[in-house]
């Protein structure tokens, strides 16, 4: 199973777990205030190893959306990333680090909305 390290944590998990999921369910206190659907970016995460060269259209194009927000090339989507491989992550935005009352809705074990994949532009 590939395994996924936060800082000095490391865990496995069964393959295509999407990366938001991995981390909650192991401890990692990430946001996903739009329930995992591309929308928020509060799972943005930062990788130290192992990004994947691929990403959906709909991570891509929330990233490209905002010309005066520059997160594309600094931040990739958690809850748009299946873990197919080793990976070491940064999470940005931290449930206990934040105003929110919660980490928003669970997102569903699938990724949301049906992921098209491309290469990494
Ligand atoms: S963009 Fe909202 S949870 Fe990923």
């Known amino acids: 199973m590939p395994k996924v390290t936060v800082g000095d944590k490391s865990f496995e998990v069964p393959e295509n777990t999407?990366?938001?999921l991995a981390l909650e369910d192991n401890g990692v206190d990430v946001l996903?205030?739009?329930g995992g659907?591309?929308?928020c970016t509060t799972c943005r995460?930062?990788?130290?190893?192992?990004?994947?060269?691929?990403?959906?259209?709909?991570?891509?194009?929330?990233?490209?959306?905002d010309a005066d927000d520059n997160l594309y090339g600094n931040v990739r989507l958690a809850c748009q990333i299946p873990v197919t491989h080793d990976m070491v992550v940064e999470p940005l935005m931290r449930l206990s680090a934040s105003e929110y009352d919660g980490p928003g809705a669970r997102p569903k074990d699938d990724i949301e909305p049906g992921p098209v994949f491309i290469d990494k532009p």
Do not use: W
Not at 49 to 57: I, R, V
């Open 32 to 34: 996903h205030r739009c």
């Open 18 to 20: 999407r990366l938001v």
């Open 45 to 65: 995460v930062r990788f130290e190893a192992g990004e994947p060269e691929q990403m959906t259209q709909a991570e891509y194009d929330r990233l490209t959306r």
């Open 37 to 39: 659907k591309a929308r």
